[in-house]
């Protein structure tokens, strides 16, 4: 038991973003309106945001811009331990770009379709189309 | 030049984003721009490959920052003809398109010809990169525009199946941003080559085997892979003719190659084959893909529905190929990406020249066709033949491989799924030729116009579609030479 | 559905907890994610390429290439919601208040519009009276955000922030302009022709750098290549420059972005009345 438990403390990090992730993943596939499953879907891409940061965090470390840059003696030396892994907060620049385009994208869309049918849950509309 | 391998994708970028500013200044000029870009890409693409058949693999550093540090090109036989097809199915398509986008987008063609640049684009970015990350954004280039052009089409069903493909695209993205994720966390790079390194040796890595199943995963739900592929019928039925035509042939099979690209180059032969002994399930997965695409094709009623079905069953053919664990199997499944991207190529090319004259392509609106638009029809029938497998056409030789591939491995339901799906595909085809020859339908055609006397396709449509479903039978007869100058050398 | 949902899910979370298994415990800094390619980032960055932000130097400069795209991304998710939901009708019916009396007028048929001034105001079907705090609020507000968000483009090297940041805070603050008085005076005053051509010119100079950098004779985005260009340079590391300009491109697409979606969103598509 304590070995389960000093498991997901050790990691705790990594269980909230499976987590978060399901309830994304869940709100996507279960929900019958259109906006909610489109804040799943945002949910679920926020969660993998969660992992990368987590991966590319360091204890007893601080944000990657380096803090004494113009010291007296001109060149310090740079400890790569002090400063959390850089190349992961970019990567997630990136997802976080990307989910934002899909978000107004998908959000375009539901607009689109409230516009032709007055409705934005998935059975109603279901129903409309196998009447046409 | 060193720099054709940036400008192939560079090239219709800024094109793009050209005629993205000309939409505002004035829009005639964005149709020549995007085209050029195009042309440009085709060219470049060309060229390297001319370099990569005479001296190898080569290496193009972006940011001339050296892997893994930077993001890096890497070009073998395998991109250099995947590149060349797409580009190729791009230009050949943009010029076939433009009174057909003049037609059904006519208030907002410049920023199709945007966005139908971009989409371009992205499906070049991802077979030409060498770096896992790169592949997803260019995905994600692809998947977004490929929305868009979706909702453009059918007024009242097009934003539905787009949204629809927006959650599944965005959970197959996901999957394989996560693959990704953790391939980095177990080996700290993202260069595909120096992660293929990393990883040697730690076959019993559960992050590893997580990784490889959520990449694999990811890709299967892009390519629409038989439980996987709900969303793609409504999609590609639903978009303007201008996209599907491009979507149909290029999508699912630069989707194959990253697949391919995932097997052979970051994971390897020996960890998917010899440690996870994966071969049999995946093939009998892809014998499922292609007898239920055969089968759904069977119940449909509307022509571009039906071939929809069929691309479903094509991408079972190449993924069993592919997974069949030998080099037979794996030569059958890369001449079928360049084979059924020019089959369905050219299908699509009559069916959008149908659509152009007569708008509904339900088969029973059909009758009569072939008297009135016969070069249409012409083309629709040796398309028709290359996909059934009919042997002058370039779809036997691809099929022939896959089926020795299967022999080989003893995977006889594998092939006996070919054999009926061929067949379903010849009872499907006949029955539209039969109804396009011999019924004879009223001599005008009600559209929404009222009635209108059909005559065949614009000249510049119906030359493209000629010269497409001619070079069916051209590749056909240079099978040979493709699989002895590109694929085995590659496989080696 | 909603079996099949939680099967899915269960299903999928098993994998992912089984895969960080053999995760190293969460931060531990001798995990292979921070060794491998992370090191060499934090200790070479400032050498290389002049900018002592991390993120940023691998952001513009050793993943340049990511960074084009992701700013083509954002152009597509732009154009995508242009193209779906643009309307260029007009509407035909149109609705004014007399602002000294109240009285709303009702002008059908496209009939000559009415000018907008002291006299006559617009009236949409949510309009409510401007209050007098918010606007007088939110117009000596907004020129200081603005200012904040060229700082956070111009500093990106420096401090977190960059092209990315600096161009949302100053679509948002433009977006607060239609939020505190009305989408018209918005529209009115930014032009979606100019929106529309700032999007596709942002991500254009991002790319013409990169382009550049080829007509140099270097490899696309070697920012190394542009020192002739800029001979009057002395003391700033020449890839630092480059990234100010990519970024700079950046940050006029995502403000331009920002608002194609918000005005093309909350007006669905007919750019006159909305939020």
């Known amino acids: 038991m304590s070995d389960v438990l000093?498991?997901?403390?050790?990691?705790?990090?990594?269980?909230?973003?499976?987590?978060?992730?399901?309830?994304?993943?869940?709100?996507?596939?279960?929900?019958?309106?259109?906006?909610?499953?489109?804040?799943?879907?945002?949910?679920?891409?926020?969660?993998?945001?969660?992992?990368?940061?987590?991966?590319?965090?360091?204890?007893?470390?601080?944000?990657?811009?380096?803090?004494?840059?113009?010291?007296?003696?001109?060149?310090?030396?740079?400890?790569?331990?002090?400063?959390?892994?850089?190349?992961?907060?970019?990567?997630?620049?990136?997802?976080?770009?990307?989910?934002?385009?899909?978000?107004?994208?998908?959000?375009?869309?539901?607009?689109?379709?409230?516009?032709?049918?007055?409705?934005?849950?998935?059975?109603?509309?279901?129903?409309?189309?196998?009447?046409? | 030049m060193d720099n054709y391998p940036a400008l192939i994708v560079v090239a219709p970028f800024i094109a793009a984003l050209f005629a993205g500013l000309f939409v505002w200044i004035d829009e005639r000029l964005s149709y020549p721009i995007a085209l050029a870009g195009l042309?440009?890409?085709?060219?470049?693409?060309?060229?390297?490959?001319?370099?990569?058949?005479?001296?190898?693999?080569?290496?193009?550093?972006?940011?001339?920052?050296?892997?893994?540090?930077?993001?890096?090109?890497?070009?073998?036989?395998?991109?250099?003809?995947?590149?060349?097809?797409?580009?190729?199915?791009?230009?050949?398509?943009l010029i076939a398109s433009y009174r057909s986008v003049q037609q059904e987008i006519s208030d907002r063609t410049g920023s199709y010809f945007t966005v139908y640049n971009l989409f371009v684009t992205g499906l070049l970015g991802v077979s030409i990169t060498g770096d896992l990350f790169n592949l997803y954004v260019l995905i994600e280039i692809t998947s977004l525009t490929s929305y868009a052009q979706i909702a453009l089409g059918d007024k009242d069903r097009g934003p539905l199946a787009s949204l629809n493909y927006v959650f599944i695209g965005v959970i197959g993205a996901s999957f394989y941003l996560l693959g990704v994720g953790y391939l980095y966390m177990y080996t700290g790079s993202l260069n595909m080559a120096d992660v293929a390194v990393l990883i040697k040796g730690s076959e019993g890595s559960s992050t590893v085997l997580t990784?490889?199943?959520?990449?694999?995963?990811?890709?299967?739900?892009?390519?629409?892979?038989?439980?996987?592929?709900?969303?793609?019928?409504?999609?590609?039925?639903?978009?303007?003719?201008?996209?599907?035509?491009?979507?149909a042939p290029l999508m699912t099979k630069v989707m194959v190659y990253v697949m391919i690209r995932l097997m052979v180059t970051v994971f390897g032969y020996d960890y998917i084959f010899n440690t996870l002994h994966l071969s049999d399930a995946v093939v009998w997965l892809a014998t499922l893909a292609v007898l239920a695409g055969g089968v759904m094709a069977l119940a449909q009623k509307n022509l571009k529905k039906m071939l929809t079905y069929i691309i479903v069953c094509?991408?079972?053919?190449?993924?069993?190929?592919?997974?069949?664990?030998?080099?037979?199997?794996?030569?059958?499944?890369?001449?079928?990406?360049?084979?059924?991207?020019?089959m369905t190529f050219a299908l699509f090319l009559a069916v959008g020249n149908m659509v152009y004259r007569i708008e509904k392509v339900d088969i029973t609106d059909l009758k009569g066709l072939f008297g009135k638009m016969p070069w249409t029809m012409g083309g629709f029938v040796l398309a028709a033949l290359s996909i059934i497998g009919v042997p002058p056409t370039c779809g036997f030789f691809s099929k022939w491989y896959l089926i020795l591939g299967a022999m080989e491995k003893g995977a006889y339901?594998?092939?006996?799924?070919?054999?009926?799906?061929?067949?379903?595909?010849?009872?499907?085809?006949?029955?539209?030729?039969?109804?396009?020859?011999?019924?004879?339908g009223s001599p005008d055609h009600e559209n929404s116009h009222g009635p209108v006397a059909i005559e065949d396709a614009p000249v510049s449509m119906i030359i493209i579609s000629g010269l497409v479903s001619l070079s069916l039978v051209v590749t056909g007869f240079y099978s040979g030479t493709i699989v002895n100058t590109i694929i085995l050398p590659f496989l080696k | 559905m909603r079996f099949f949902a939680f099967i899915v899910v269960c299903l999928t979370g098993a994998l992912l907890l089984y895969g960080t298994g053999e995760f190293p415990d969460w931060g531990d800094p001798n995990s292979p994610a921070s060794l491998h390619l992370s090191n060499y980032y934090i200790e070479n960055a400032l050498n290389d390429t002049g900018a002592p932000n991390f993120v940023t130097a691998v952001v513009a400069d050793y993943r340049g290439f990511d960074t084009m795209f992701e700013t083509a991304v954002i152009f597509c998710g732009g154009l995508a919601c242009f193209l779906l939901l643009r309307d260029f009708r007009e509407k035909k019916d149109h609705y004014?208040?007399?602002?000294?009396?109240?009285?709303?007028?009702?002008?059908?048929?496209?009939?000559?519009?009415?000018?907008?001034?002291?006299?006559?105001g617009y009236m949409d079907k949510d309009w409510v009276p401007p209050d007098l705090i918010i606007k007088t609020v939110c117009r000596i507000l907004i020129p200081f955000i603005q200012i904040y968000a060229m700082y956070v483009v111009a500093h990106g090297d420096y401090s977190p922030g960059g092209g990315f940041q600096g161009g949302v805070i100053f679509g948002s603050s433009l977006i607060l302009l239609a939020i505190s008085y009305d989408l018209k005076t918005l529209v009115k005053r930014v032009k979606e022709r100019v929106l529309g051509i700032f999007a596709a010119a942002g991500v254009l100079l991002y790319a013409g750098i990169a382009a550049l950098c080829m007509l140099m004779g270097g490899n696309f985005l070697d920012y190394s290549k542009l020192a002739p260009l800029v001979p009057w340079n002395s003391h700033h590391n020449i890839r630092a420059i480059g990234m100010l300009g990519v970024e700079i491109g950046v940050g006029i697409a995502v403000m331009a972005v920002m608002l194609i979606i918000y005005i093309n969103i909350v007006s669905e598509g007919r750019h006159d009345e909305g939020l």
């Open chain 1, 6 to 132: 000093s498991l997901i403390v050790a990691k705790y990090n990594y269980w909230l973003y499976v987590i978060l992730m399901m309830i994304g993943l869940y709100g996507m596939i279960a929900k019958n309106n259109l906006v909610k499953k489109i804040v799943g879907m945002n949910i679920f891409q926020t969660a993998i945001i969660l992992f990368y940061v987590s991966v590319g965090y360091k204890r007893d470390a601080t944000i990657p811009i380096l803090a004494n840059a113009h010291d007296a003696h001109g060149a310090t030396a740079i400890h790569a331990a002090d400063y959390i892994n850089p190349l992961t907060s970019c990567l997630m620049l990136t997802a976080i770009v990307v989910s934002v385009a899909t978000f107004g994208y998908a959000m375009a869309l539901a607009v689109r379709i409230y516009q032709r049918y007055q409705t934005l849950e998935e059975d109603e509309l279901r129903m409309r189309l196998s009447e046409e």
């Open chain 3, 96 to 120: 004014y208040r007399h602002i000294p009396t109240g009285v709303i007028l009702h002008v059908k048929d496209s009939q000559k519009p009415l000018t907008i001034g002291k006299e006559f």
């Open chain 2, 39 to 93: 042309a440009v890409s085709l060219f470049s693409g060309i060229q390297v490959m001319i370099q990569v058949i005479a001296s190898g693999p080569i290496q193009y550093k972006l940011a001339g920052w050296a892997p893994p540090i930077g993001i890096e090109y890497r070009i073998d036989l395998l991109n250099a003809m995947v590149l060349i097809l797409v580009a190729g199915v791009a230009f050949l398509n």
């Open chain 2, 314 to 342: 094509e991408i079972g053919y190449m993924v069993g190929g592919a997974w069949m664990g030998n080099q037979l199997g794996m030569t059958g499944a890369i001449l079928h990406i360049l084979n059924d991207a020019l």
């Open chain 2, 211 to 247: 990784a490889f199943i959520l990449c694999i995963l990811g890709i299967w739900i892009k390519m629409a892979l038989f439980p996987m592929h709900v969303w793609l019928p409504n999609a590609y039925t639903y978009s303007p003719t201008a996209f599907s035509r491009v979507v």
């Open chain 2, 413 to 440: 339901h594998f092939v006996a799924a070919l054999v009926i799906s061929s067949l379903i595909c010849a009872v499907l085809f006949f029955k539209v030729f039969e109804i396009c020859f011999f019924e004879s």
